[in-house]
């Protein structure tokens, strides 16, 4: 597709910014760390929807598949060329047809399940299709979401009836560490990823000696994917959100504030002088309504607008409507400080901080927020600006919807 380069000042707002460097720089980390510790990536493409990210992570190296976390997804990437998927949501009957259309036409797609009665509901509608549907257990290692305990009886009978139906093949085991997103300091994560492999390689024994062979062995989160030290027995390594990173990541210490490559611009629409409040064009629309740095010792609201250029890390968007931002400056504590719960509030802005956020923000002024969770703000959009030293170089479509 062809593109004109613009400045951002004058592209059309809200829109969605990839800073193409950063982008590249965190994709060769995360490669680089698992090329190190002999093992593969299975890039979780949800957190971008693009197949020019995905092609920007292969290059990079060491990856083997993807994951996907819609059938949409499956069959976009498929589309262009992706053979080797995993649909890492729970099966459900309904999907089963759709599944076996991608197997028929050549897709390698593995599904997954995490308990019996639906295992017993998707065998039936698998015998109406002429294949055979590659099927992983999910494992439950932290109690964070689904998935069957690892120490289970449930593990080995699921696994069992899977191998006894002529229409399912038993795979192997995944799980995902998603508590490691309250995994503050260092020792946290590397504890979570310890035991996010540990009790996955439990789970492999277990089965093993009950004569089933885990093929694939998959584990993985951004945050225990930076924090592993030794892959022994696993396969790969799934993880989605590190290419953009964002104001979760950083607060949890996995990456900077520098780091996060996926912007939202806005335009300032006006001033509220007497209340300290700077009002954009960008809302929650904009940056998703997710506010998961909520409950972390820097709360950053909606966003936190980008310390590069000329100002600091210092204004927020403490509030959000649809399509109107309110950005404010934040009090007291610098946005680094982790050390006491910041809550940001434009009551506190002084009366004469007020007159240089309204400096610093004129009218129709353009304005980069980072988002709290980069894959929330990334899905309100089907396209990306690819950036280059302030110059949108390229226009990326991603693909929603299920
Ligand atoms: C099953 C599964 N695998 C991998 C990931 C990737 O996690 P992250 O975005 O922390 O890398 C997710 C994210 O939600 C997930 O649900």
Known sequence: ??????????????????????????????????????????????????????????????????????????????????????????????????????????????????????????????AEHNCVFKVIIELDTDGHRSGVNPHSHALLSIAKHINNSAHAKFEGVMTHAGESYACFTEKAKQNMAAQERDLTLHAVKRLFEVGIHCNTVSIGSTPTAFAVDQLDGITEVRAGVYVFFDLVMAGLGVCDIDDIAMSVLGTVIGHQKDKGWVITDAGWMAMSRDRGTADHPQDYGYGLVSPSGSHEARYIMSDANQEHGIITEVSNASPESHSEKHIDSSLNSSAENNDSIFTQFPAAKAIEILPNHACATAAQYDHYYVVENGVAIDKWLSIGGW
């Open 1 to 126: 597709m062809h593109f004109t380069p613009t400045n951002i000042e004058d592209l059309p707002t809200p829109c969605c910014l990839i800073d193409k460097a950063k982008m590249q720089r965190n994709i060769a980390r995360l490669s680089a760390h698992i090329g190190n510790l002999q093992c593969t990536l299975r890039p979780h493409v949800k957190t971008h929807k693009s197949i020019e990210v995905t092609k920007a992570i292969i290059d990079a190296g060491n990856v083997k598949g993807i994951t996907v976390s819609t059938l949409k997804e499956a069959d976009y990437f498929f589309k262009h060329g992706m053979n080797d998927i995993l649909y890492a949501v729970g099966i459900t009957p309904n999907k089963i047809a759709h599944v076996a259309q991608l197997i028929q036409q050549g897709c390698d797609l593995t599904i997954v399940i995490d308990n019996e009665d639906m295992l017993s509901l998707v065998l039936d509608k698998m």
